[in-house]
């Protein structure tokens, strides 16, 4: 088998997943496009592992770490995901703006943004940085 | 004690008077009037003394090398010939006669301790001057004796004209000594030595190269320190400090030092015909103009003022004729009377309250409230005016004498040119003539007043009378000495000859009797006022330097038609009452070039230089909103952006990668 | 490199692909339909729901790639707990059932410029690297459970155990972040 095509499909993949994690507006579409993405990789890993018949099966072995990290990921996303929703009200990734440069109040990092109602005032400031970091591992 | 260690302690005893009196005026205000008289007087004491020993005879000289001081060595060098004898003795004495009345001149004033140290320096410092064998340390005293009448001038620093006074001392007195200074190192240079002693040598050998130049540098030096056209314009301002400080600068120390350097390097100056000429025009200029200006001052010591800058010129003439001793001998006498002269009037504004002469002449019975202000300024304007046989007349017949032998081709010591003595004999008879007039006119209006009684404000301090008749000694006997000085004066005579005595004595008496005949006149035609109300002091009864310093802020009575002294200058009472707008042409000359270029500078830096400047912190400024821009705190365009950044890399590195491989 | 020399000389073209590559792209098609409309669709749970065909996808994949024992951990952790607990998730954030017409943020032109860009640099540089690559898929199972299970405890047996604590790490995050307040108080 040519190994251009999983090659091709991995890369189509791994685009698709990149256009989902910048385009979707729900947290969860976003976590769902992640796992796109980490598939695609995964793809890659072994379809490598067996063109080069490695005798240690590195790429196998990676694909289920990937995998079990994956998992893992997927558990911690949404529990911040869920406690997002649970102080917001909302889990669109775009409301998320807390940490943007208002032109009214430019060093004013305390005060919440207006349209987020009820806002808790520290420990949520930090769940948007959370989630952004699980989004991009 | 040798004669060395006490002309030693000479200068050093008023600067640990000064510096102990600096760091005890605050802690210990009980000493600070000992510490101020009492090392003036043992200075005096020991000068009188070091003079004793020298007595007219070898010049005593002594020096010690601190440190090699490359090419040109630097000395810590005494030179005492009968000149610095003797000058050290009247610099003595009259700062002597200036501390004590300055304790109780300035009784009360909060600022005595830093004042009588001040004046003390100012003392040793002259004297270092005077002592000095080493030019380069004669600039060192040259130089604090700038520095401590700048201070003492602007002493009344409340207010502004004393503060004016201080500045323009100092502006008018750096243009000199600055063309001074190059003068000092060109002559250094030329001569291969600061020693004046080496100079001479190198003088007296034809080791000078460029003796015309040296010569106008070290004038422009001397005549802005003795306020000599047309750098004599600060004088009369510095009249806004306390009226001992005054006495000081105008007898003995700041303007004497001018003309004492040029007595002591007068060889080098007559080397130059040009520059000897100079000094004559110079001299003839400012006798003439200053006492046509004293004629028409209403303030007190500004009529002194300028007959100060007058006698100096007499000064300077008989140095231009080559005559040193001459120069020195009208020096110390008239260190004396001048001294005694400002000390006197000192006390009568005390006495009247007041300045200004129009407002005494409206007063009558001044003199009877100050007998011994009177008396003494009676001595004191005599031996001004040239009377035999007081002090003023021997000194001023001595600088007549070399400037007629000088005009007339005798021998003289120094070579002059025979221009140079006819310009100084004509100007200092026109001049003697002037003296007498403007001499007569402060007599006349400030004890010849009618009007309304003076204030009485009791008697002066004894202080201040006695020292006034200490110094009435020398004013009126000093001139009998004549024929004893011509040892410490070159050998060279200095006795009147009967064609100036009679010429000098004579225009002198014109000019008295001209006054007194203008003053009867215009007193006869004017009406006998009523009490005009004068302006007056907001304390009269106080200390007599509080009276002077609010004096200094009062009006002066506008016209007066009884003034001698208007009628005898006719149209040019206007323009001598302004110094003869000197200070109007220094104003166009110099200060408003000054202030455009102030201005220029000032527009180049608001608005040229910091363009720039606001332009790099407006573009950081604007760098910053533009990348605050970007921070919109959503999370997916930071990705994008960062995604889109891995793409384009990738892009380049692949192209970049396949452009190498193809070629 | 003179492995892949060789496999080029001796490579098959593509205008006569074999059997399983025609397998390979059938479900490589369905795979990638399966992903585009997941990140395009606006019902939320339907997004879900095409996850699990891409993902199963995937793992007809993998068995096509002889790697069976990935294929089965793909199906039974990916489809079986990652997509039960996305559903979940969007179930406890109340996602709106149905079409939502805002389900694509405003990003969405610079999401696509940049996804369009990134897939034609990777499928050109992929292309041009790997187009007479040829694996060699017959010979000895390479992806067998033996195998696999062999090369995971022989091998790499620390980043195995690393695995698990980290896995431990993760449970309890999770359980500490989505706990409720209430509880804590």
Redesign the interface.
Known sequence: ?????????A???????????????????V???V??ML?AV??NL??F???L?DT??AG??L???T??????????G??????V??NRGT????RLRDTAERPGSPDDGTDGGTDDAGAAATPTDETPHGEKAEATA | MTTTTLAVLVPLLPFLGSVAGLLLGRTAPGFVRPLAVLPTFAAAVLAALVAARQGGGKAIEAATELTPTGSVPIDLALYIDGFAALVAVLVGVVATCVQIYSTGYLREDPRYPSYAALVSLFTSAMLLVVYSGDLMVLLVGWEIMGICSYFLVGHYWETPEARAASLKAFLVTKLGDVPFLIGLFALAVDAGTFRITGVLGAVASGGLDHPTLIALLLLAGVAGKSAQFPLHTWLPDAMAGPTPVSALIHAATMVAAGIYFTARLLPVFAESAAAMTVLAVMAAITMVGSALAALAQDDIKRVLAYSTIGQLGYMAGALAVGDRGAAVFHLVSHGAFKALLFLAAGTVIHAAGTNSLTAMSRMSGLAKRVPDAYWTMTVALLALAAIPPFAGFFSKEAVLVAAEHTALGDQTIQPAPAGAGWTVLVAGLLTALLTAAYALRLWLRAFRGRGAEAPDHGRQPIAMTTVLWVLAIPSLGFGLTVTYLDDWFDGHALTPTVTTAVLGTGLAGAGAVITYAVWRTLAARAPVAGPVPLPHVAHPDADAGLVEKEALDLPHPAEDPTDPGRAFLGPLHAPAADGFHLDAVYRAAFVRPVLAAASLVRFLDREVVDTYVSAAGNSAKGLGWLVRRAQTG?V??YL?AL??G??VL??AA?ALANAVAGA | MILAAQAAAE?PG?LSP?G??IA??LV?LV??GA??V??TTRQ?VH??LW?VV??GG?AV??L????E??AW??VL??VG??VV??L???M????PIGRSP???????P??????????V???????DA??T?????DGAV??STE??GA??FK??VL??EA?SV??L???V???V??R??EQAR
Not at chain 1, 91 to 94: H, L, N, P
């Open positions: 088998m040519h190994l251009a095509y999983p090659a091709v499909l890369a189509l993949l791994f685009c698709v997943g990149v256009y989902g994690v910048l385009a979707r507006r729900n947290a969860i579409l976590l769902m496009s796992e796109l598939n995964n793809l072994v379809a592992d067996v063109w018949r240690l099966h196998q072995a694909t289920l770490f995998i079990a990290v994956a998992a893992a990921e997927i558990g911690l949404l529990a911040i995901v869920l406690m929703h649970r889990a669109d990734v775009d | 959503n997916q365009t994008s995604l889109a891995s793409v990738v892009i692949v | 490579a593509f074999s399983v590559e390979f792209l490589g795979t990638l992903a585009v997941t990140v939320l997004a879900a996850l891409a993902l995937l994949e993998y096509l790639l002889t790697a024992f990935i951990v793909q952790i990916y707990s990652v607990l996305l979940f998730g969007l406890l954030t109340k996602a805002d389900a694509d943020s405003g990003n969405r610079v999401a696509l410029g940049v996804a369009l860009a990134a897939a640099a990777l499928v050109w540089v992929v292309v790997f187009r690559t040829w694996i060699d898929l390479q992806g195998v696999t090369t995971l091998h790499w980043p195995f695995l980290l896995l790490a993760a449970l995050g999770a359980i972040l989505s409720k307040k």
